[in-house]
């Protein structure tokens, strides 16, 4: 792990849920690959300081559940940082059926110690929720139950 440079006397424990999808909400993460992303994607998380909890999805989305240490740079830059990896790393080892992307944007929700286990526990078992329940539909609930207002035509919509 890299040594970041902090103030004296500066502690923090900012745990973070996010979720993302793929370009137009395709089905494109394979389950012959999907763990090998996940492991590169938990480099690029750990090489920036910070620490993944648990990372799972869908072959439409990924949820990450992480603690932030380095607080020297914005979540947006992380986030930047991991779908722009990824996406590179996908297309230049050519895993992907078609040129891989994410779409814009991806959804960031705080998180209380009491929550770990519940939601690394959630994040790891989407198979089993997704049974169940679309993706959209999902992120519409994450919205609603942490109160935040939107616009149906922002949340990750298919291009036509």
Known sequence: MKEFITKPNTFTCIYIHTVF????????????WKNNLYAYITSIITNNGDNVIAIGGMPDHVHIFMSIHNTTKP?????????GDSSRWINENKISVRRFGWQSGYGAFSCGPKD????????????EHHSNKKFIDEYKQLLIREGIEFDEKHIFQPID
């Not at 770990?116 to 198979?127: G, L, T």
Request: proline share 0%; charged share 25%.
């Open 21 to 32: 999808s793929v370009k137009n909400r395709e089905s494109l993460i394979s389950n012959l």
């Open 75 to 83: 979540l947006s830059d992380l986030m930047r940082a991991v779908k």
């Open 116 to 127: 770990i286990d519940a939601i690394a526990n959630y994040i790891r078992n989407q198979e």
